[in-house]
């Protein structure tokens, strides 16, 4: 059955990988009435050994010695690593067998699939913390951002959102105005990653569909959201720790 099959409730699973679990996570088999968002801490690489890394190619090898800052490249290397062990698990092979290509927006795909057909994922990060999300059969966009100062967000904000968007965000009190931007900063760009476009199209050009708004989410937790009509993405905004927030949107891709 569908994901978004209407009157279905959805099962969304939180997991928080701890050390022990980063390169051998609890992944097994995706069922088509779920997804799947695995959050860990980006900086523990420096306590895992060299051979954990096997995995990676040497494309990825070469990206990540672009990066100006050791922290930021083993940023990169463990969540790349994470991935690929994650995406393994349900395929049933190798990390290093893992083929993984880009569409024409430079969205991360498995090789040999359309987006949001088979298996798919979507990775972000926002400092030390990092998401990884698994669905099988939809398109699937998140994104997490970090609550911080930010000295001209409502410049930004009538900027890069839409009127209605705006006037909701004035509409708020001054000690809300901060953490309302990030949350709707984070729905869009998860919109943005789900449709496969990236920030390729403009935040302002579009306005969001119903949001569905999580509680402060515990260290493994799965939770049911009813599945928007047919003809809608689903989007669904979650707190993953204190001064995050985040957003998950799925996009069915056929009947």
């Known amino acids: 059955m569908p994901i978004f099959h209407p009157n279905v409730s959805v099962e969304i699973h939180f997991h928080r990988l701890e050390r022990r679990l980063l390169l051998s996570p609890e992944a097994g ?94 990775v972000s990060h926002t400092q030390r913390l990092a998401c990884i999300a698994l669905v099988l059969g939809c398109r699937i966009g998140v994104d997490v951002e970090r609550i911080r100062p930010v000295c001209e967000y409502a410049e930004i904000a009538q900027s890069f959102f839409t009127a209605r968007e705006f006037d909701a965000l004035k509409a708020c009190d001054a000690a809300e105005q901060q953490a309302f931007f990030f949350s709707l900063w984070s729905r869009k760009e998860a919109f943005l990653k789900a449709a496969g476009q990236g920030l390729s199209r403009a935040l302002a050009s579009f306005d969001l569909p119903p949001v569905v708004a999580l509680p402060p989410l515990g260290a493994h937790q799965a939770v049911h959201v009813h599945a928007a009509p047919l003809s809608r993405p689903m989007l669904v905004s979650f707190t993953p720790e204190p001064g995050v927030a985040g957003a998950l949107v799925a996009i069915r891709t056929r009947a």
């Not at 088509?32 to 954990?52: E, N, R, S, T, V």
């Not at 349900?90 to 088979?118: F, H, Q, S, Y």
């Open 29 to 122: 088999e995706v069922h088509d009435k779920a997804i799947y968002l695995y959050l860990f801490d980006c900086d523990q690489g420096h306590c895992l050994p060299p051979h954990a890394y096997s995995g990676l190619t040497a494309d990825e090898w070469q990206r990540a010695a672009r990066f100006r800052f050791d922290r930021d490249r083993h940023r990169f290397i463990l969540v790349r690593s994470v991935l690929r062990c994650l995406l393994a698990r349900c395929l049933g092979i190798a990390p290093g067998e893992v083929r993984l290509t880009c569409n024409a927006w430079g969205k991360p795909l498995l090789c040999g699939m359309k987006d949001g057909e088979g298996l798919a994922f979507n």
